[in-house]
């Protein structure tokens, strides 16, 4: 069973310019997380998908921020204009919604640099 | 409100010793889940080990143990004969229901040979 993957792996941009991340959950996953680590700091939620829907998204942290995961399957998350500021690690995770531990599987993370 | 607090940024350790990564947490609810996580130089997170708050006994994953303290609110892995592949990035985190993970700032372990 292939585990949830992450395009790009790296991406490096210009403040002001855009950048989608896509993220391609377990297949059957429709918990579907993005979270954020920047450098030195906590990971920290973004917003939380079930199937196609938005279920959380408290953890956006501004309007430049867009997610969309249209079917229920893949997830992009475009940001647009890019600043410094969002520069780090942009984490996907999937789980299954039934079973107690739920566990999140992690995708292996696209990393950004806004230059 | 929920919180993960690491409080050991940097922990060593020599192989085949035992290592205690602390973490302690703060939430209302009764029903909660903990996590470990462990993040290597490549970057993935991968998952070690999940307690829930209504499991009576400690969780235990091969070399690591979760020593599970619910009324001092602790949740501290515990890593037996440390390997030198266990030199990582490691990530407390508890999740309420389906909902979020909230994760501690880390702790980064090195083992020495």
């Known amino acids: 069973e292939a585990g949830v993957t992450q395009f790009p792996s790296h991406s490096v941009i210009e403040k002001g310019q855009t950048v989608t991340l896509r993220c391609d959950p377990i297949s059957g996953h429709d918990n579907l997380y993005w979270y954020r680590r920047v450098m030195g700091k906590e990971i920290k939620f973004l917003l939380h998908f079930v199937k196609e829907s938005k279920q959380d998204e408290s953890g956006m942290p501004n309007n430049r921020f867009l997610a969309e995961r249209t079917g229920g399957t893949y997830s992009t998350l475009k940001v647009q204009p890019a600043e410094l500021e969002d520069s780090g690690v942009y984490f996907c995770a999937s789980s299954q919604v039934k079973g107690r531990l739920s566990e999140q599987y992690f995708g292996p993370g696209t990393r950004l640099t806004v230059t | 409100a929920q919180k993960i607090t690491q409080t050991q940024p940097g922990m060593f350790v020599q192989e085949k010793e035992a290592v205690t990564l602390d973490c302690t947490y703060d939430t209302s609810d009764p029903s909660y889940g903990l996590f470990w996580y462990k993040q290597p130089s490549s970057g993935e997170m991968i998952f070690l080990i999940y307690?829930?708050?209504?499991?009576?006994q400690n969780a235990t994953e091969g070399r690591y143990s979760l020593n599970f303290q619910k009324a001092r609110k602790s949740a501290n892995l515990v890593i037996s004969a440390s390997q030198l592949g266990d030199s990582a990035m490691y990530f407390c985190a508890m999740r309420h229901g389906f909902q979020k993970l909230v994760f501690g700032t880390g702790t980064r372990l090195l083992v020495s040979p």
């Open positions: 307690q829930g708050s209504y499991d009576q």
